[in-house]
């Protein structure tokens, strides 16, 4: 079984419509983010979190909401989706080892979104 | 801020070698990454400098200079399955999130 899990997978919408994307991770780690990635233009991060009452906005959250409902789930939102938000999706995690190590970020498969 | 720059494409022979730099301007540095993403799939980590030199790992190795903001993937004896974009992304501080540069999209030809 995938360890980060992304739904949908692909999704086609029209603007002005409320859009939900899910992420769930069975890693066990605190730390989550949301990125959009256009092409040429690499990975944009939207929010992050750090655990469930932490939440932070990144360098393109503007349209987009997110929720932490538990350490395992966080949610991103397009309130009203318009079709420069076409893109593709990831959600990420990572943890931060006590005892030291990388803080790698794992990424969920993506979520294909279309908005017409 | 933060500012990555990354060649946007690179064509190399099976068989070769190829490097792909990445030179990066940052507010804070704390760690240096290199992910590999196969066209619609999720990025997968490579490799991780925070102090200078070469980090080698089979057929991938990776350079990082501090002092010049510079970093190099090395793909050796290339095969036709790396055909994909190599992300570099920067860690700016302790405990910060990730900024990614635009991706070098490779390809083997046989």
Redesign the interface.
């Known amino acids: 079984d995938a360890d980060v899990t992304q739904t949908p997978r692909n999704r086609i919408t029209k603007t002005g419509k409320r859009i939900m994307l899910e992420c769930s991770q069975t890693k066990g780690h605190d730390r989550m983010?949301w990125?959009r990635q256009d092409p040429?233009?690499?990975?944009?991060?939207i929010y992050?979190s750090?655990d469930v009452k932490d939440i932070n906005k990144?360098e393109i959250s503007d349209g987009y909401s997110v929720s932490r409902q538990a350490q395992a789930k966080f949610s991103l939102s397009l309130e009203s989706a318009i079709p420069n938000q076409t893109a593709l999706y990831?959600c990420a995690t990572s943890f931060?080892s006590r005892t030291g190590g990388?803080?790698?970020?794992?990424?969920?498969?993506?979520t294909r979104l279309l908005v017409l | 801020g933060q500012n990555i720059d990354q060649p946007t494409e690179m064509t190399a022979t099976e068989g070769a070698i190829v490097q792909i730099n990445c030179t990066y301007q940052t507010s804070g540095f704390n760690g240096l990454f290199w992910y590999q993403q196969h066209a619609g799939e999720a990025p997968t980590f490579l490799s991780y400098n925070v102090l200078d030199g070469l980090e080698e790992k089979g057929r991938f190795s990776s350079f990082l200079s501090r002092s010049k903001g510079y970093s190099y993937l090395l793909l050796k004896e290339l095969q036709m399955k790396d055909s994909a974009s190599y992300l570099c992304a920067v860690r700016g501080a302790a405990g910060n999130k990730l900024t990614f540069g635009g991706g070098t999209r490779v390809l083997v030809k046989p």
């Open positions: 983010y990125y040429g233009l690499g990975l944009r991060l992050y750090f990144g990831f931060v990388i803080e790698t970020q794992y990424f969920g498969p993506g």
